[in-house]
């Protein structure tokens, strides 16, 4: 069976603060791939990151950051000195490379950043 | 051009009429989806098209029908709505179906639907 748990249903940081999503994933399968997209309150999913399960490297792109780390099935996601522009709902999925159309994504993480 | 446009971008319906969502996207991707969002929801998937051909139908029901005339459009056929289907539904495209592959979906902006 393929879950995501988002335990964080909502964070509100102030701006410049770093905050941490997590996400936990469940999956029997050893070639799976994990995203996270954003989504803001104009409703389009953006797409953030795609890791695949054999890549642990961790990643990091300006202000953001993942960590990925197979050994407690999780993929967070970082964001340094948030800006109020980064206020959204944020998700994360799995996929897994023979049922690769289907994601199965978190329930999301809504994320308030006030100035 | 990495753009999924949707139109339209809202959509009052009543229960007896027949409408329809569009999608298009010029990236040259093979497989296009179909989601429903309610709020403060992830998104469902409804229907995956690969290569023009309907690969998934997650039980949708047949009040909704998907329709790809090409590799560019999407179109889904909206016909005796309920309001519980009053939702955001968006159109997502990917590069392509190769299973050695996977790739990430590209979503549009989404149509919101509210059925009355």
């Known amino acids: 069976a393929q879950k995501v748990t988002q335990a964080q249903t909502e964070i509100s940081v102030v701006e410049k603060e770093d905050v941490t999503l997590d996400c936990v994933y469940e999956?029997?399968?050893?070639?799976?791939?994990l995203f996270w997209y954003k989504q803001p309150p104009s409703g389009e999913l953006v797409f953030l990151i795609r890791?695949?399960?054999?890549?642990?490297q961790n990643e990091i792109s300006g202000r953001y950051s993942w960590n990925f780390q197979k050994s407690t099935s999780s993929f967070n996601f970082t964001i340094t000195a948030s800006q109020v522009v980064d206020s959204a709902v944020y998700f994360c999925?799995?996929?897994?490379?023979?049922?690769?159309?289907?994601?199965?994504f978190g329930s999301g993480t809504k994320l308030n950043v006030k100035p | 051009d990495t753009e999924v446009t949707q139109t339209p971008k809202h959509l009052v319906m009543g229960m007896t009429n027949k409408k329809s969502l569009k999608c298009e996207q010029h990236?040259?991707?093979?497989?296009m989806y179909w989601y429903k969002q309610k709020a403060k929801k992830p998104p469902e998937l409804m229907f995956v098209?690969?290569?023009?051909?309907?690969?998934i139908n997650e039980s949708v029901p047949s009040r909704f029908s998907p329709e790809c005339p090409n590799s560019s459009l999407l179109n889904l056929h909206l016909h005796a709505l309920q309001p519980e289907d009053s939702a955001l539904y968006l159109c997502?495209?990917?590069?392509?179906?190769?299973?050695?592959?996977?790739?990430?979906?590209?979503f549009g902006p989404g149509t919101r639907l509210t059925v009355t």
């Open positions: 999925a799995l996929s897994h490379l023979y049922n690769f159309n289907k994601f199965y």
């Open positions: 990236m040259g991707h093979r497989a």
């Open positions: 999956t029997r399968d050893t070639t799976y791939y």
């Open positions: 890791r695949n399960s054999f890549d642990e």
């Open positions: 098209y690969s290569y023009e051909k309907l690969s």
């Open positions: 997502a495209s990917s590069p392509g179906t190769a299973r050695q592959q996977l790739y990430e979906q590209y």
